[in-house]
């Protein structure tokens, strides 16, 4: 991911995808830098962000179709 081509897309797809990736990688610190020049990405992670662990304190199970529903309002949809 080349940090200045990095889209919002891009970066909600990593964050959704690869939550556990190096801190220091190189796709990370792209997408440090773009977090901290996008508003709508610095939202969009503090709502994934209060949503997992929301999901872990209550350990909250959706379906298959519920998850597809989602991942196609977002725009995420493989």
């Known amino acids: 991911?080349?940090?200045q081509n990095t889209t919002c897309k891009q970066v909600m797809h990593y964050i959704c995808d690869?939550?556990?990736e190096d801190i220091d990688s190189p796709k990370c610190i792209a997408i440090k830098e773009h977090l901290n020049n996008c508003g709508n990405c610095q939202t969009?992670?503090?709502s994934v962000d209060y949503t997992i662990?929301?999901?872990k304190k209550y350990d909250v199970?959706?379906?298959e179709e519920a998850h597809?529903?989602?991942m196609?309002?977002?725009g995420l949809e493989d």
Do not use: P, V
Request: charged share 30%; hydrophobic share 40%; glycine share 4%.
């Open 61 to 63: 199970k959706i379906s």
């Open 68 to 70: 597809k529903r989602l």
């Open 53 to 55: 662990m929301f999901y």
């Open 18 to 20: 690869n939550l556990g």
């Open 44 to 46: 969009y992670f503090k």
């Open 1 to 3: 991911m080349d940090k």
């Open 72 to 74: 196609n309002h977002l």
